[in-house]
C-alpha cells in the first residue's frame, strides 16, 4: 500500500504521547521525519519511532521534497508561521486544535490552503471515537426524537508552572475553554449535526494566578432549536473529574462518561423511551436502557487514516479545519459574552 510520508513538527508532546503511536497503526502513514527544538530530543524521537531524518528546525524539514504532510503539533504560539510555511511548501497539513491564536488568523491559514490546494484538516481526534460515531448514527436515525438537551464537561488538573506556553494568551490564545472545551463544543455539534448560534457564558479564574482562565461554564443554543452547556475547568483533580457528554431528546437520552479524552470507548448509556402518555407518578424504568459495546481500536489511527486517504486518494477531509474555525469562532463568542454579560448571538 502506498504511505503517507509524514513529518512531524512539535515531536515530543502529544505527537509522541499519542499521535505518533496511532500512526505505527495506520496502514497507510510512515513517520518520515521528526523535528523538536533540539537535536538531541529529535535524534531520540527518531529512534523511537524509527523515522529516517531528524531535524532541529522547521525550515529544513519543510524543504525535504519526499515528505508529503506534516503534523504540527508545536506550542500553539507556533502554528500560524508553521502552517502557512508548510503551505508554501506544498506539504498537506494535519494541524492540532486551536489552529491558532485567534479565529481570523485561522481562517486566514484554511484560506490560504484551500486557494493553494493544500489539504488542511484539525487535531479534533474525538471524533473519531467508536462511541461517538454510533451516538451520532442514533440520532441522525431519529432514535431520539427532537433533540432538546446537550452537555459536556472536560476538566483537568492543571496548575500554575514556570513557562508553561498554555497559561498566557499570547502563546495559548485562551485558557479551559480553548484547550479543553473545544473538544466539548466540537462533539455537540458533531454529534447532533447542529450548529451553536448563540452563546452566553462565564470565565473566571477560580484558583489559579496565571493569565488565562480556569474556569469556563458556556450555555448555548443549536440551530435545531436544543439548548446546552460545556463545562471546562483546569482546577478539578484529574481523579475527581468524570468527563461527560449527555444527549436529551424527546425519545430517550445518551450518557457517556469517559468518551470525552485520549482513548478510545468509555462508558455509554442509552435510553430509548417512545412515552405515550403524562405519568403523574413520574416513575423511571431501566428496562429501556443499554450499554454501548464494540469499541475498537485508537482513535489518533483512524485519524491519521482517514487523512492519508484524503490525501493518496482524494476522499473528502472528514475533519475539516473550517470545523475549528467555526468553533475558535464559538469560543471567542464565549469570552465575549463572559466580559458582557451579554450573550451572543454567532
Ligand atoms: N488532540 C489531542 O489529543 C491533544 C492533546 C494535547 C495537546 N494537543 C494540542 O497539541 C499541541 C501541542 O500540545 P502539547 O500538549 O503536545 O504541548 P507540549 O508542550 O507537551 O509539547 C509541545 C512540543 O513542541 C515542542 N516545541 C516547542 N517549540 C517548538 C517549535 N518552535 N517548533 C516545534 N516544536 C516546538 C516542545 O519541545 C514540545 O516537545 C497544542 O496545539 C495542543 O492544544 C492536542
Known amino acids: 500500500m502506498k504511505k503517507v510520508r509524514w513529518g512531524i513538527l512539535g515531536a515530543g508532546g502529544i505527537a509522541d504521547r499519542r499521535t505518533m503511536p496511532g500512526m505505527l497503526l495506520a496502514d497507510n502513514a510512515e513517520i518520515y521525519a521528526v523535528m523538536e527544538i533540539n537535536m538531541e530530543m529529535a535524534e531520540n524521537l527518531r529512534a523511537k519511532y524509527n523515522a529516517k531524518y531528524a531535524y532541529d528546525n522547521e525550515t529544513d524539514l519543510l524543504a525535504n521534497p519526499d515528505i508529503d504532510a506534516v503534523y504540527i503539533a508545536s506550542p500553539v504560539i507556533c502554528h500560524e508561521r508553521q502552517a502557512l510555511a508548510a503551505a508554501k511548501a506544498g506539504k498537506n497539513i494535519l494541524i492540532e486544535k486551536p489552529i491558532s491564536l485567534n479565529a481570523q488568523m485561522s481562517e486566514d491559514i484554511v484560506k490560504y490552503c484551500d486557494e493553494n490546494g493544500i489539504k488542511i484538516a484539525v487535531g479534533l481526534m474525538m471524533r473519531y471515537n467508536t462511541y ?126 469517559g468518551t470525552i479524552g485520549q482513548m478510545d470507548g468509555g ?39 482517514s487523512f492519508g486517504d484524503s490525501i493518496l486518494n482524494g476522499t473528502p477531509v472528514e475533519v475539516h479545519a473550517e470545523n475549528a474555525v467555526h468553533i475558535q469562532k464559538v469560543i471567542e463568542a464565549i469570552y465575549k459574552s463572559s466580559e458582557t454579560g451579554e450573550f451572543i448571538n454567532l
Open 132 to 257: 461517538h460515531q454510533e451516538m451520532k448514527k442514533l440520532i441522525a436515525d431519529g432514535k431520539l426524537g427532537q433533540i432538546v438537551s446537550c452537555h459536556a464537561q472536560f476538566t483537568c488538573w492543571y496548575p500554575e508552572m514556570a513557562n508553561a506556553w498554555r497559561q498566557t494568551k499570547a502563546s495559548a490564545g485562551g485558557g479551559a475553554m480553548t484547550d479543553l472545551g473545544i473538544h466539548c463544543l466540537d462533539l455537540i455539534e458533531y454529534i447532533t449535526g447542529s450548529r451553536i448560534v448563540k452563546v452566553g457564558a462565564l470565565s473566571d479564574n477560580m484558583t489559579f494566578s496565571y493569565e488565562v482562565e480556569d474556569a469556563c461554564s458556556a450555555l448555548f443554543k443549536l440551530d435545531c432549536g436544543a439548548f446546552g452547556t460545556v463545562d471546562a475547568n483546569f482546577n478539578i483533580p484529574d481523579d475527581a473529574a468524570r468527563c461527560r457528554i449527555e444527549i436529551y431528546g424527546t425519545k430517550g437520552s445518551i450518557r457517556a462518561e
Open 267 to 305: 462508558d455509554v448509556l442509552v435510553t430509548l423511551s417512545d412515552t405515550k402518555g403524562y405519568d403523574a407518578m413520574q416513575e423511571r424504568s431501566e428496562s429501556n436502557d443499554y450499554k454501548m459495546t464494540g469499541a475498537d481500536g485508537n482513535m489518533y489511527a483512524r485519524e491519521v487514516a
